[in-house]
């Protein structure tokens, strides 16, 4: 499989939040699932502009459609990393502080940034993999959001949009970088990036959800509880996209083995029709 040759890659400017924020527990007033979303979104913003670098720096490798995906590439993330700067301040004006969930990240992304371009670009391609598929359940289904406040819903799922339409971009950037070594020393570089990257990004993500609850007072059987139903049990994110995480795994494996186009139709229709999607240049 390959990336569909009539794929489009559009950036959406949408802004959130300019006229009003979201309450303290946005998520069905669940501090638990509430946490979980803004830590992983206080990685976003530095995790999103060392994805742009370690795509960008291959760029003038690439020629026609691929470089073309890699500008509008770099576009939406650029988006992402704006509104989810502007969605981090709110959690910010709640009295939460995330400096050092901030500080979390950048020191793992400081360690990245020592790896050869090569690896970053690979840690990108799998990183970005794991973004895709928790946006697509994200979008097919609708218990992850249930009960969200409408502005916070419609950023994750513009978000998780996006992240869909250019799962590839990174994967097909690494296949051209990585085009003259042999196929096997391709795979174990996947194979390898994609462990470091989870392993990593499970503990940025988990320090800064117990720094969310800690903050909160919710500790113990209750925010054990409350993680193990939301990532495992009901609606069980994290065992939803285990197959899809597994797949990565597989000689052969490209991100559009699993093409799901039809699931971006239908998700920016609903979008629409409550916030208008401006094409970005």
């Not at 940034?113 to 289904?141: C, K, S, V, Y």
């Not at 950023?155 to 085009?179: M, P, Q, S």
């Not at 597994?246 to 139709?265: K, T, V």
Request: hydrophobic share 50%.
């Amino acid at each position: 499989m390959t990336t569909p040759d009539d794929l489009s890659i559009r950036p959406r400017d949408i802004a959130f939040f300019r006229d009003g924020g979201a309450s303290r527990w946005w998520l069905n007033g669940d501090p638990v699932a509430t946490a979980f979303y803004n830590a992983l979104s206080v990685t976003f913003p530095q995790g999103e502009r060392f994805f742009m670098d370690s795509v960008r720096r291959y760029r003038g490798e690439a020629s026609g459609e691929l470089a073309d995906q890699i500008a509008a590439f770099t576009r939406q993330e650029a988006l992402h990393t704006r509104e989810h700067v502007a969605f981090n301040r709110l959690a910010a004006d709640h009295g939460y502080d995330v400096a050092a969930m901030e500080a979390r990240t950048r020191a793992r992304l400081e360690f990245a940034r020592t790896r050869p371009p090569l690896l970053q670009l690979g840690a990108t391609a799998a990183l970005e993999h794991f973004t895709a598929i928790l946006a697509h359940a994200l979008l097919a289904d609708p218990r992850h959001l249930q009960g969200a406040e409408p502005q916070v819903a419609a950023l994750w799922r513009w978000h998780a949009i996006e992240e869909i339409e250019h799962k590839a971009v990174a994967f097909d950037a690494f296949r051209l970088a990585a085009r003259d070594l042999p196929a096997f020393r391709r795979w174990h570089i996947r194979f390898w990036v994609m462990i470091v990257a989870t392993v990593l990004l499970f503990r940025v993500v988990a320090g800064n959800m117990g720094d969310f609850l800690r903050q909160d007072g919710v500790r113990g059987r209750r925010a054990a509880i409350g993680s193990l139903n939301l990532l495992w049990r009901r609606p069980g994110l994290l065992r939803q996209v285990l197959p899809a995480y597994l797949a990565w795994f597989r000689p052969g494996f490209h991100p559009w083995d699993q093409d799901d186009r039809a699931l971006i139709a239908r998700a920016e229709q609903a979008l629409a029709a409550d916030w208008p999607l401006e094409s970005a240049a």
